[in-house]
């Protein structure tokens, strides 16, 4: 009789909707598929010192975010991790700078299901905070 190992992770994604997900939003991508570290990629292109945080459309294929923090002792970077945690309803844990963490230019593991990637892009396409999908 088979068995089957549990990962102590989250359950396996669709990976079929996470693919069709980062094929319809320039700003994602699936890294590691079909492994346990398996992840969705987040581009953003961050403006810190802003009145508020807020995304302001796209930048070169990334999400544009302007920050309401400081670009200094890694607090603009916390917060980031703090607002995408809040906006995408996941814990801040699940995510992790990977590349930028002194440059404008940022890339970060969101350590979710795809579908909940993909309805919070939706709902801030509906609200106006993206004009439209920027083409890859």
């Known amino acids: 009789m088979a068995?089957?190992?549990?990962n102590s992770r989250q359950p396996a994604r669709d990976a079929g909707l996470a693919l069709a997900l980062t094929l319809d939003w320039p700003c994602l991508?699936?890294?590691?598929?079909?492994?346990?570290s398996e992840h969705i990629v987040l581009d953003v292109s961050v403006s810190p010192n802003a009145k508020k945080t807020e995304v302001v459309g796209w930048h070169d294929g990334a999400l544009r975010v302007r920050l309401n923090a400081?670009?200094?002792?890694g607090a603009a970077n916390e917060a980031l991790r703090r607002?995408?945690?809040?906006?995408?309803?996941?814990?801040?844990?699940n995510v992790t700078l990977?590349?930028?963490?002194?440059?404008?230019?940022?890339?970060?593991?969101?350590?979710?299901?795809?579908?909940?990637?993909?309805?919070?892009?939706?709902?801030?396409?509906d609200k106006g905070a993206l004009a439209g999908k920027q083409a890859g």
């Open 29 to 36: 991508r699936l890294a590691d598929a079909g492994k346990p």
């Open 3 to 6: 068995t089957s190992k549990s």
């Open 70 to 73: 400081p670009p200094v002792d």
């Open 83 to 93: 607002w995408l945690s809040d906006e995408i309803g996941i814990p801040m844990a």
């Open 98 to 125: 990977l590349r930028g963490a002194t440059g404008r230019r940022k890339q970060l593991s969101l350590d979710a299901n795809a579908a909940t990637i993909a309805a919070w892009l939706k709902g801030l396409q």
